[in-house]
């Protein structure tokens, strides 16, 4: 079977649940903790699939990288450093201990 096939098959598996698992609620109630968590989880595995889905519809759902940036390798203007201190070297008209 091909990735499709599958998809679909685990899609019609997934819808499958989410009616059993509605009519559970009927019969129980969604009061409970129990059925909270199942209802939960189903909802969880449907996000679940969709993501996986989503991956798997190939390159053109990935996002497009963003254009690069140049740098110049040209040195930068000294006066940009004037008012600067030397990182770990303290200032200029000090003295280290």
């Known amino acids: 079977m091909s990735?499709?096939?599958?998809?679909?098959s685990v899609q019609r598996c997934l819808d499958?649940?989410?009616?059993?698992?509605?009519?559970l609620e009927k019969?129980?109630?969604?009061?409970?903790?129990e059925m909270r968590r199942?209802?939960?989880d189903t909802n969880h595995l449907r996000e679940s699939v969709a993501l996986l889905r989503e991956s798997a519809a190939g390159p053109a759902a990935l996002p497009k990288r963003?254009?690069?940036v140049t740098?110049?390798?040209?040195?930068?203007?000294?006066?940009?450093w004037v008012d600067t201190d030397d990182e770990g070297l303290?200032?200029?008209d000090r003295r280290a201990p």
Do not use: F
């Open 90 to 92: 303290g200032a200029r």
């Open 66 to 68: 963003p254009d690069l």
């Open 71 to 80: 740098i110049s390798d040209t040195p930068y203007d000294p006066s940009l």
């Open 27 to 33: 019969q129980l109630g969604s009061g409970g903790l």
């Open 3 to 8: 990735v499709h096939d599958e998809m679909a």
């Open 16 to 23: 499958d649940l989410l009616r059993s698992v509605g009519r």
């Open 38 to 40: 199942v209802r939960a």
